[in-house]
C-alpha cells in the first residue's frame, strides 16, 4: 500500500520567514496529493492541493510543487504570519482507486514566531 | 448549508464499554470515510462506505470495530469492548462523489479509562 513520510516533525520560523515542508510517497500511481492544515483540537482544512498532471500550483502565499519522478512533493509558505502556527499534513490519494482513500504524512508542527 | 457534523464531541468510557460515533454529512453527499488520528499522529483511514454499502474496510481492526451507513440516518461508527489503545480522535470526511474533495467533520475525541 501507499506510504506517506513527511518531514520535518517540526519547523520554527520567524514571522515574515518562508516554511518548506517535504513529503514523499511510494504509490508511482498516486494521482492527487492534498495538504490539510490542523490547528489544536480543531478539523482538518484543505488549503491547497495538486493533481499529478500538474507540476506546481499557487495560492497566494502558498504553493505546492510535485516532482512526479521522485515521488515527492513540498509546500511553500512564503511571508508567514503566525495565524499560519498549526499542524501541517500531506496526504495522497492510492492510485488504482476511483474513490479518494487518503493515505496522510506524520505532521508537521509549524511554529511561527512574532 | 451546514458542514459534516460529528457527535459526540467527546466519548468517555471505560474499558470494556461500547462507543458509538455518529457521522452526518454535508448535504447532497453519500460518501464517507472515516479516519483515525492517535495522540500526536497523523489521521490513519478506517473505513470508505456509501450509502448502505460498505466499499473499502481495509483499515479497520479486523475485530470490535464495524461501521455503517444506512439509507436514512447518520454513518456510525461503533467500536465493541473498548481498551485504553482506542483513545484517539476519530474523524469522518465526507464527499458529494467519492472522489478527491473530503470535506471533514470536527471529530470525536474517545478517552477510554
Known amino acids: 500500500g501507499e506510504n506517506v513520510e513527511q518531514h520535518p516533525s517540526t519547523l520554527s520560523v520567524q514571522e515574515g520567514d518562508s516554511a518548506v515542508i517535504k513529503c514523499t510517497y511510494s504509490?508511482?500511481?498516486?494521482?492527487?496529493f492534498p495538504w490539510y492544515k490542523q490547528e489544536l483540537g480543531k478539523r482538518p482544512q484543505l488549503i491547497i492541493d495538486?493533481?499529478?498532471?500538474?507540476g506546481e500550483k499557487k495560492d497566494q502565499r502558498i504553493a505546492v510543487t510535485l516532482n512526479k519522478t521522485a515521488k515527492h512533493f513540498s509546500l511553500h509558505i512564503t511571508e508567514t504570519q503566525p495565524e499560519d502556527s498549526a499542524v501541517y499534513f500531506c496526504a495522497a490519494r492510492a492510485g488504482g482507486t476511483s474513490y479518494g482513500k487518503l493515505t496522510f504524512g506524520q505532521g508537521t508542527i509549524l511554529t511561527v514566531h512574532p | 448549508n451546514a458542514g459534516v457534523m460529528q457527535n459526540p464531541r467527546h466519548l468517555v468510557r471505560r474499558r470494556g464499554q461500547e462507543a458509538r460515533l455518529r457521522c452526518s454529512p454535508m448535504k447532497g453527499h453519500s460518501h464517507v470515510y472515516w479516519y483515525r488520528q492517535l495522540p500526536e499522529e497523523g489521521l490513519k483511514f478506517m473505513v470508505y462506505?456509501?450509502?448502505?454499502?460498505?466499499?473499502?474496510e481495509s483499515g479497520m481492526p479486523k475485530e470490535r470495530f464495524s461501521a455503517e451507513f444506512p439509507k436514512e440516518g447518520p454513518s456510525i461508527l461503533r467500536i465493541q469492548q473498548v481498551v485504553r489503545g482506542d483513545s484517539a480522535a476519530y474523524f469522518c470526511?465526507?464527499?458529494?462523489?467519492?472522489?478527491?474533495?473530503?470535506?471533514f467533520g470536527p471529530g470525536t475525541r474517545l478517552t477510554v479509562l
Open positions: 504509490d508511482s500511481a498516486s494521482n492527487y
Open positions: 495538486i493533481r499529478s498532471n500538474v
Open positions: 470526511a465526507s464527499s458529494p462523489n467519492g472522489g478527491n474533495e473530503q470535506f
Open positions: 462506505l456509501q450509502k448502505e454499502n460498505i466499499i473499502d
